[in-house]
DNA sequence: GATGGGACGTTATAATGTTACAAAAAAGTC
DNA sequence: GACTTTTTTGTAACATTATAACGTCCCATC
Protein backbone atom coordinates (compact mmCIF):
# COMPACT_ATOMS: atom_id res chain seq x y z
CA UNK A 1 0.00 0.00 0.00
CA UNK A 2 2.23 2.72 -1.43
CA UNK A 3 -0.56 5.61 -2.37
CA UNK A 4 -4.00 5.99 -3.12
CA UNK A 5 -4.92 7.33 -5.99
CA UNK A 6 -6.50 10.77 -5.06
CA UNK A 7 -5.79 13.81 -6.58
CA UNK A 8 -3.43 15.94 -5.13
CA UNK A 9 -2.78 19.93 -4.69
CA UNK A 10 -0.76 21.12 -7.06
CA UNK A 11 3.25 21.51 -5.79
CA UNK A 12 4.08 25.13 -5.63
CA UNK A 13 7.54 25.06 -3.46
CA UNK A 14 9.56 26.17 -6.13
CA UNK A 15 7.05 28.69 -7.38
CA UNK A 16 6.84 32.13 -5.48
CA UNK A 17 3.34 31.92 -4.01
CA UNK A 18 1.74 33.17 -0.18
CA UNK A 19 3.43 30.56 1.87
CA UNK A 20 1.81 31.97 4.87
CA UNK A 21 -1.89 31.01 3.25
CA UNK A 22 0.01 27.64 3.08
CA UNK A 23 0.47 27.32 6.55
CA UNK A 24 -2.44 28.93 7.50
CA UNK A 25 -4.47 26.14 5.51
CA UNK A 26 -2.30 22.97 6.71
CA UNK A 27 -2.77 24.10 10.11
CA UNK A 28 -6.42 23.96 9.79
CA UNK A 29 -6.61 20.98 7.93
CA UNK A 30 -4.28 19.27 10.57
CA UNK A 31 -7.03 20.51 13.09
CA UNK A 32 -9.88 18.68 10.96
CA UNK A 33 -7.95 15.93 10.44
CA UNK A 34 -7.17 15.42 14.33
CA UNK A 35 -10.89 15.85 15.30
CA UNK A 36 -12.12 13.15 12.47
CA UNK A 37 -9.61 10.72 13.92
CA UNK A 38 -10.09 11.21 17.68
CA UNK A 39 -6.24 12.40 18.11
CA UNK A 40 -4.64 15.26 20.68
CA UNK A 41 -3.50 17.97 18.46
CA UNK A 42 -1.46 19.53 22.05
CA UNK A 43 0.15 22.70 21.70
CA UNK A 44 3.26 21.88 21.20
CA UNK A 45 1.91 19.30 17.90
CA UNK A 46 0.51 22.40 16.33
CA UNK A 47 3.75 24.63 17.76
CA UNK A 48 5.98 21.75 15.65
CA UNK A 49 3.83 21.64 12.74
CA UNK A 50 3.49 25.38 12.41
CA UNK A 51 7.09 26.41 12.51
CA UNK A 52 7.64 23.71 9.70
CA UNK A 53 5.40 24.97 7.70
CA UNK A 54 7.02 28.49 8.67
CA UNK A 55 10.28 27.11 7.16
CA UNK A 56 10.04 27.83 3.69
CA UNK A 57 12.40 24.66 3.55
CA UNK A 58 12.80 21.43 5.10
CA UNK A 59 13.76 21.88 8.99
CA UNK A 60 15.91 19.72 11.08
CA UNK A 61 14.69 18.28 14.06
CA UNK A 62 16.95 20.91 16.71
CA UNK A 63 16.47 23.93 14.58
CA UNK A 64 12.82 23.55 15.42
CA UNK A 65 13.85 22.94 18.71
CA UNK A 66 16.07 26.09 18.54
CA UNK A 67 13.15 28.14 17.63
CA UNK A 68 10.71 27.12 19.93
CA UNK A 69 13.11 28.17 22.65
CA UNK A 70 13.57 31.43 21.14
CA UNK A 71 9.72 31.44 21.68
CA UNK A 72 9.86 31.60 25.08
CA UNK A 73 9.62 26.98 25.47
CA UNK A 74 11.74 25.31 27.22
CA UNK A 75 12.11 22.56 25.16
CA UNK A 76 14.10 19.54 25.30
CA UNK A 77 14.89 17.16 22.56
CA UNK A 78 12.20 14.24 23.28
CA UNK A 79 9.91 17.02 23.44
CA UNK A 80 10.45 17.86 19.64
CA UNK A 81 11.04 14.10 18.68
CA UNK A 82 7.81 13.46 19.97
CA UNK A 83 5.72 15.88 18.72
CA UNK A 84 7.54 15.12 15.31
CA UNK A 85 6.63 11.14 15.45
CA UNK A 86 3.30 11.88 16.01
CA UNK A 87 3.05 14.14 13.03
CA UNK A 88 4.44 11.66 11.30
CA UNK A 89 2.46 8.65 12.45
CA UNK A 90 -0.47 10.45 11.04
CA UNK A 91 1.04 11.88 7.48
CA UNK A 92 0.76 15.58 8.69
CA UNK A 93 4.83 15.74 8.01
CA UNK A 94 7.31 13.62 6.11
CA UNK A 95 10.67 12.98 7.05
CA UNK A 96 13.66 13.74 4.50
CA UNK A 97 16.03 11.12 5.39
CA UNK A 98 18.56 11.59 3.01
CA UNK A 99 19.00 15.81 4.78
CA UNK A 100 17.43 14.60 8.01
CA UNK A 101 14.90 17.22 7.59
CA UNK A 102 11.14 17.35 8.12
CA UNK A 103 8.72 19.10 5.93
CA UNK A 104 4.99 19.65 5.77
CA UNK A 105 2.63 16.83 4.01
CA UNK A 106 0.56 18.98 1.10
CA UNK A 107 -1.99 15.96 1.74
CA UNK A 108 -2.10 14.46 4.62
CA UNK A 109 -5.64 12.59 4.04
CA UNK A 110 -4.15 10.54 1.88
CA UNK A 111 -1.64 8.54 3.32
CA UNK A 112 1.33 7.70 1.56
CA UNK A 113 5.22 7.96 1.17
CA UNK A 114 6.18 11.18 0.12
CA UNK A 115 8.45 11.69 -3.04
CA UNK A 116 10.68 14.99 -2.68
CA UNK A 117 12.64 17.08 -5.49
CA UNK A 118 15.42 18.48 -3.39
CA UNK A 119 17.51 21.45 -4.94
CA UNK A 120 21.11 21.10 -3.32
CA UNK A 121 21.40 25.26 -3.74
CA UNK A 122 18.55 26.62 -2.01
CA UNK A 123 17.49 23.38 -0.25
CA UNK A 124 13.91 23.35 -0.81
CA UNK A 125 11.94 20.58 -1.71
CA UNK A 126 9.07 20.03 -3.11
CA UNK A 127 6.53 17.07 -3.23
CA UNK A 128 5.80 15.04 -5.64
CA UNK A 129 3.23 12.29 -7.22
CA UNK A 130 4.42 9.24 -9.05
CA UNK A 131 1.01 7.85 -10.42
CA UNK A 132 2.94 5.15 -13.07
CA UNK A 133 5.86 4.98 -11.09
CA UNK A 134 4.75 3.44 -7.64
CA UNK A 135 3.30 0.29 -9.36
CA UNK A 136 6.04 -0.06 -11.65
CA UNK A 137 7.88 -0.31 -8.32
CA UNK A 138 5.32 -2.82 -7.03
CA UNK A 139 5.83 -5.02 -9.66
CA UNK A 140 9.41 -4.62 -9.59
CA UNK A 141 9.77 -5.56 -5.67
CA UNK A 142 7.27 -8.38 -6.57
CA UNK A 143 9.05 -9.92 -8.82
CA UNK A 144 11.56 -10.89 -6.06
CA UNK A 145 9.24 -11.91 -3.93
CA UNK A 146 9.80 -9.07 -1.58
CA UNK A 147 6.66 -7.39 0.03
CA UNK A 148 6.63 -3.59 0.04
CA UNK A 149 5.38 -1.54 3.06
CA UNK A 150 7.44 1.75 2.90
CA UNK A 151 9.50 3.83 0.53
CA UNK A 152 11.74 6.54 0.41
CA UNK A 153 11.96 8.74 -2.84
CA UNK A 154 14.18 11.31 -2.69
CA UNK A 155 16.14 13.30 -6.07
CA UNK A 156 18.42 15.77 -5.60
CA UNK A 157 19.28 18.32 -8.01
CA UNK A 158 18.47 22.06 -8.90
CA UNK A 159 15.56 23.64 -8.89
CA UNK A 160 14.75 26.02 -11.92
CA UNK A 161 15.30 28.99 -10.34
CA UNK A 162 18.89 27.76 -9.20
CA UNK A 163 19.75 26.74 -12.45
CA UNK A 164 19.01 30.13 -13.78
CA UNK A 165 21.36 31.44 -11.51
CA UNK A 166 24.02 29.07 -12.38
CA UNK A 167 24.20 30.45 -15.80
CA UNK B 1 22.89 10.54 -15.18
CA UNK B 2 21.03 8.73 -13.46
CA UNK B 3 22.25 5.00 -14.67
CA UNK B 4 23.99 3.50 -17.65
CA UNK B 5 21.74 0.88 -19.11
CA UNK B 6 24.32 -2.25 -19.23
CA UNK B 7 23.77 -5.56 -18.08
CA UNK B 8 23.48 -5.82 -14.47
CA UNK B 9 24.64 -8.87 -12.21
CA UNK B 10 21.68 -10.94 -10.97
CA UNK B 11 20.82 -9.42 -7.18
CA UNK B 12 21.14 -12.86 -4.76
CA UNK B 13 21.41 -10.69 -1.62
CA UNK B 14 18.15 -12.66 -0.17
CA UNK B 15 19.19 -15.96 -1.88
CA UNK B 16 21.08 -18.45 -0.05
CA UNK B 17 24.65 -18.21 -1.42
CA UNK B 18 28.65 -18.29 -0.99
CA UNK B 19 28.37 -15.10 0.13
CA UNK B 20 32.49 -15.32 0.67
CA UNK B 21 32.72 -15.51 -3.06
CA UNK B 22 31.09 -12.21 -3.43
CA UNK B 23 33.55 -10.18 -1.30
CA UNK B 24 36.55 -11.98 -3.15
CA UNK B 25 34.93 -11.13 -6.67
CA UNK B 26 34.31 -7.36 -5.17
CA UNK B 27 37.64 -6.72 -3.56
CA UNK B 28 39.34 -8.41 -6.73
CA UNK B 29 36.77 -5.91 -9.26
CA UNK B 30 37.85 -3.11 -7.01
CA UNK B 31 41.14 -3.89 -7.36
CA UNK B 32 41.18 -4.21 -11.28
CA UNK B 33 38.65 -0.56 -10.92
CA UNK B 34 41.32 1.33 -9.21
CA UNK B 35 44.53 0.31 -11.47
CA UNK B 36 42.53 1.27 -14.47
CA UNK B 37 41.13 4.80 -13.13
CA UNK B 38 44.71 5.16 -11.27
CA UNK B 39 43.02 5.71 -7.88
CA UNK B 40 44.68 4.38 -4.52
CA UNK B 41 43.41 1.03 -3.03
CA UNK B 42 44.87 1.89 0.23
CA UNK B 43 44.87 -0.48 2.76
CA UNK B 44 42.43 0.70 5.25
CA UNK B 45 40.16 1.18 2.06
CA UNK B 46 40.65 -2.27 1.39
CA UNK B 47 40.20 -3.17 4.51
CA UNK B 48 36.88 -1.71 4.87
CA UNK B 49 35.50 -2.67 1.50
CA UNK B 50 35.90 -6.21 2.61
CA UNK B 51 34.22 -5.55 5.82
CA UNK B 52 31.55 -4.24 4.50
CA UNK B 53 31.09 -7.26 1.69
CA UNK B 54 31.92 -9.81 4.70
CA UNK B 55 28.69 -8.31 6.15
CA UNK B 56 26.00 -9.90 5.18
CA UNK B 57 23.77 -6.77 5.50
CA UNK B 58 23.98 -2.79 5.41
CA UNK B 59 26.86 -1.87 7.78
CA UNK B 60 27.11 0.95 9.90
CA UNK B 61 30.30 3.57 10.20
CA UNK B 62 30.76 2.62 14.24
CA UNK B 63 30.06 -1.19 13.09
CA UNK B 64 32.94 -1.24 10.88
CA UNK B 65 34.78 1.02 13.40
CA UNK B 66 34.61 -1.30 16.33
CA UNK B 67 35.33 -4.24 13.69
CA UNK B 68 38.97 -2.68 12.68
CA UNK B 69 40.17 -1.90 16.16
CA UNK B 70 39.12 -5.68 17.08
CA UNK B 71 41.39 -6.93 14.36
CA UNK B 72 44.52 -4.89 16.16
CA UNK B 73 43.54 -1.62 13.81
CA UNK B 74 43.83 1.40 16.36
CA UNK B 75 40.69 3.64 14.27
CA UNK B 76 39.17 6.94 15.09
CA UNK B 77 35.95 8.10 13.08
CA UNK B 78 37.69 10.02 10.55
CA UNK B 79 40.09 6.87 9.38
CA UNK B 80 36.60 5.34 8.52
CA UNK B 81 34.73 8.22 7.19
CA UNK B 82 37.57 9.09 4.74
CA UNK B 83 37.92 5.35 3.81
CA UNK B 84 33.94 5.41 3.10
CA UNK B 85 33.80 8.45 1.21
CA UNK B 86 36.76 6.90 -0.92
CA UNK B 87 34.92 4.15 -1.77
CA UNK B 88 31.48 6.15 -2.15
CA UNK B 89 32.60 8.57 -4.30
CA UNK B 90 34.14 5.91 -6.87
CA UNK B 91 31.03 3.38 -6.86
CA UNK B 92 32.62 0.53 -4.74
CA UNK B 93 29.97 1.54 -2.36
CA UNK B 94 26.49 2.90 -1.40
CA UNK B 95 25.57 4.25 1.74
CA UNK B 96 21.25 3.74 2.24
CA UNK B 97 20.63 6.72 4.15
CA UNK B 98 16.89 5.51 5.38
CA UNK B 99 19.63 3.17 7.87
CA UNK B 100 22.69 5.08 8.38
CA UNK B 101 24.39 2.06 6.83
CA UNK B 102 26.97 1.09 3.55
CA UNK B 103 26.57 -1.74 1.62
CA UNK B 104 28.78 -3.20 -1.38
CA UNK B 105 27.84 -2.35 -4.92
CA UNK B 106 27.33 -5.53 -7.15
CA UNK B 107 28.52 -3.55 -10.24
CA UNK B 108 30.65 -0.67 -9.29
CA UNK B 109 32.27 0.05 -12.93
CA UNK B 110 28.11 1.47 -13.96
CA UNK B 111 28.69 4.71 -12.02
CA UNK B 112 25.08 4.50 -10.60
CA UNK B 113 22.51 5.37 -8.21
CA UNK B 114 21.47 2.45 -6.29
CA UNK B 115 17.97 1.13 -5.19
CA UNK B 116 17.60 -0.90 -2.85
CA UNK B 117 15.01 -3.11 -1.08
CA UNK B 118 15.54 -3.41 2.36
CA UNK B 119 14.18 -6.01 4.39
CA UNK B 120 12.82 -4.66 7.89
CA UNK B 121 13.07 -7.91 9.92
CA UNK B 122 16.10 -9.53 8.60
CA UNK B 123 17.47 -6.44 7.62
CA UNK B 124 19.16 -7.74 4.51
CA UNK B 125 18.88 -5.42 1.71
CA UNK B 126 19.53 -6.09 -1.98
CA UNK B 127 20.38 -3.31 -4.32
CA UNK B 128 17.83 -3.95 -7.62
CA UNK B 129 17.70 -1.86 -11.28
CA UNK B 130 14.97 0.00 -12.12
CA UNK B 131 14.93 0.41 -16.25
CA UNK B 132 12.16 2.22 -17.12
CA UNK B 133 11.45 3.59 -13.55
CA UNK B 134 14.63 5.97 -14.30
CA UNK B 135 13.60 7.46 -17.36
CA UNK B 136 9.83 7.88 -15.60
CA UNK B 137 11.41 9.91 -12.83
CA UNK B 138 13.14 12.19 -15.39
CA UNK B 139 10.26 12.88 -17.07
CA UNK B 140 8.63 13.42 -14.18
CA UNK B 141 11.34 15.51 -12.71
CA UNK B 142 11.68 17.94 -16.07
CA UNK B 143 7.99 18.63 -16.17
CA UNK B 144 8.82 20.20 -12.68
CA UNK B 145 12.01 22.31 -14.57
CA UNK B 146 13.87 20.29 -12.25
CA UNK B 147 17.27 19.17 -12.97
CA UNK B 148 18.24 15.83 -11.48
CA UNK B 149 21.26 14.90 -10.08
CA UNK B 150 21.27 11.77 -8.11
CA UNK B 151 18.30 9.51 -6.68
CA UNK B 152 17.88 7.84 -3.69
CA UNK B 153 15.18 5.25 -3.63
CA UNK B 154 14.90 2.72 -0.63
CA UNK B 155 11.91 0.80 -0.54
CA UNK B 156 11.48 -1.22 2.82
CA UNK B 157 9.16 -4.25 3.72
CA UNK B 158 10.03 -7.77 3.87
CA UNK B 159 11.81 -10.42 2.47
CA UNK B 160 10.69 -13.54 1.06
CA UNK B 161 11.92 -15.53 3.74
CA UNK B 162 10.90 -13.64 6.55
CA UNK B 163 7.32 -13.11 4.95
CA UNK B 164 7.33 -16.81 5.50
CA UNK B 165 8.18 -17.10 8.80
CA UNK B 166 5.76 -14.36 9.37
CA UNK B 167 3.23 -16.74 8.56
C1' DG C 1 -13.04 12.80 43.09
C1' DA C 2 -10.57 8.50 42.16
C1' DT C 3 -8.01 6.48 38.55
C1' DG C 4 -5.69 5.11 34.49
C1' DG C 5 -3.59 6.14 30.10
C1' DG C 6 -1.52 9.46 27.33
C1' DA C 7 1.34 13.50 27.05
C1' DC C 8 5.06 16.19 28.80
C1' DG C 9 9.42 17.63 31.63
C1' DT C 10 14.01 16.51 32.78
C1' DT C 11 18.42 14.44 32.82
C1' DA C 12 21.48 11.84 30.85
C1' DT C 13 23.32 9.24 27.15
C1' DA C 14 23.72 6.92 22.60
C1' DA C 15 24.62 7.04 17.76
C1' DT C 16 26.27 9.32 13.80
C1' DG C 17 29.22 12.52 11.51
C1' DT C 18 32.71 16.62 11.10
C1' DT C 19 36.62 20.12 11.85
C1' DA C 20 41.19 21.20 12.37
C1' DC C 21 45.78 20.46 12.38
C1' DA C 22 49.97 17.70 12.68
C1' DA C 23 52.60 13.69 11.06
C1' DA C 24 53.62 10.35 7.72
C1' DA C 25 53.71 8.35 3.30
C1' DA C 26 53.64 8.46 -1.49
C1' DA C 27 54.36 10.60 -5.82
C1' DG C 28 56.41 13.84 -8.82
C1' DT C 29 60.90 16.67 -10.02
C1' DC C 30 65.48 17.54 -10.70
C1' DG D 1 69.27 10.02 -4.34
C1' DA D 2 67.66 14.69 -2.45
C1' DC D 3 64.11 18.00 -2.90
C1' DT D 4 59.40 19.56 -3.27
C1' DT D 5 54.53 18.73 -3.59
C1' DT D 6 50.45 16.14 -2.93
C1' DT D 7 47.88 12.67 -0.81
C1' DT D 8 46.84 9.98 2.96
C1' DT D 9 46.60 9.00 7.79
C1' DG D 10 46.69 9.97 13.03
C1' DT D 11 44.70 12.38 16.73
C1' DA D 12 41.86 15.18 19.65
C1' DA D 13 38.16 17.64 20.06
C1' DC D 14 33.68 18.83 18.70
C1' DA D 15 28.97 18.96 16.29
C1' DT D 16 24.69 16.98 15.07
C1' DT D 17 20.98 13.82 15.38
C1' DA D 18 18.28 10.75 18.14
C1' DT D 19 16.86 7.87 22.22
C1' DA D 20 16.40 5.87 27.13
C1' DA D 21 14.66 6.16 31.56
C1' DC D 22 11.78 7.87 34.89
C1' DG D 23 8.87 10.93 37.22
C1' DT D 24 4.95 14.25 36.92
C1' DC D 25 1.04 16.28 35.14
C1' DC D 26 -3.17 16.50 32.60
C1' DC D 27 -7.54 15.05 31.58
C1' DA D 28 -11.17 11.96 30.06
C1' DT D 29 -13.92 8.60 32.00
C1' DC D 30 -16.17 6.27 35.48
ZN1 LIG E 1 2.73 14.00 1.69
ZN1 LIG F 1 16.98 25.83 -5.69
ZN1 LIG G 1 25.44 -0.24 -7.09
ZN1 LIG H 1 14.19 -10.55 5.71
Given amino acids: MLQKSLPMPTPISFSVHDHRACMIQAIDQAKQLCAKRKLRLT ?4 QV ?13 YDLLALIN ?3 GKAAPPTIYRALDFLLEHGLIHRLASVNAFIGCICPEHGHQGSFLICRQCHRAQEVTHPTL ?3 LQKLAQAQGFAVEST ?5 GLCQACQREQA
Wanted: hydrophobic residues 40%; without cysteine; charged residues 15%.
Fill in 134 to 136: TSK
Fill in 152 to 156: ILEVS
Fill in 49 to 61: LQLIWQSHKPIGA
Fill in 43 to 46: AIRQ
Fill in 70 to 72: QQG
